[in-house]
């Protein structure tokens, strides 16, 4: 029901937005791994409610120098809008948890490079923790 109420008051467009990150950033070769990470942020944006963010054990070097990359780029401001938007959200008691989903953004907003979104009640939910 929350994924619901979360897709018709923001999480459309939030989704909709990353996707459309996504295919701009896929254009070049050096834009590939980060338009993957948009998609995966696509798609978590899109059904946050169930699921949850973990680290790719495999990730290396590079995944964090991406995300360097990212945080000055993109991230901070990404972040940003979460934090704003979870703030507005969380004015009204029906939007907490609205909100609280979108502090649950900020890391993958922040650092997407080496995460993996997996079910909540997975086991692979507490890899990398």
Same mark, same amino acid.
């Given at each position: 029901?929350?994924?619901?109420?979360?897709?018709? /008051?923001?999480? &459309?467009?939030?989704? !909709?937005?990353?996707?459309? *990150? =996504?295919?701009? $950033? %896929?254009?070049?070769? #050096?834009?590939?791994?980060?338009?993957?990470?948009?998609?995966?942020?696509?798609?978590?944006?899109?059904?946050?409610?169930?699921?949850?963010?973990?680290?790719?054990?495999?990730?290396?070097? /590079?995944?964090? &120098?991406?995300?360097? !990359?990212?945080?000055?780029? *993109? =991230?901070?401001? $990404? %972040?940003?809008?979460? #934090?704003?938007?979870?703030?507005?959200?969380?004015?009204?008691?029906?939007?907490?948890?609205?909100?609280?989903?979108?502090?649950?953004?900020?890391?993958?907003?922040?650092?997407?490079?080496?995460?993996?979104?997996?079910?909540?009640?997975?086991?692979?939910?507490?890899? =990398?923790?």
């Amino acid at each position: 029901m929350l994924n619901i109420i979360w897709l018709v /008051f923001g999480g &459309l467009f939030m989704a !909709l937005g990353y996707a459309v *990150a =996504g295919v701009v $950033l %896929a254009i070049t070769i #050096v834009g590939i791994p980060f338009a993957i990470a948009s998609f995966r942020m696509a798609n978590f944006a899109l059904w946050p409610f169930g699921r949850r963010l973990v680290d790719e054990p495999r990730a290396g070097a /590079f995944s964090t &120098l991406g995300n360097v !990359l990212w945080l000055l780029l *993109a =991230g901070w401001w $990404l %972040a940003l809008g979460h #934090v704003l938007t979870g703030i507005a959200q969380c004015v009204t008691i029906i939007g907490i948890p609205l909100g609280i989903a979108n502090f649950k953004l900020i890391p993958v907003s922040l650092f997407p490079l080496g995460k993996r979104v997996v079910d909540a009640d997975s086991p692979y939910a507490f890899i =990398g923790r």
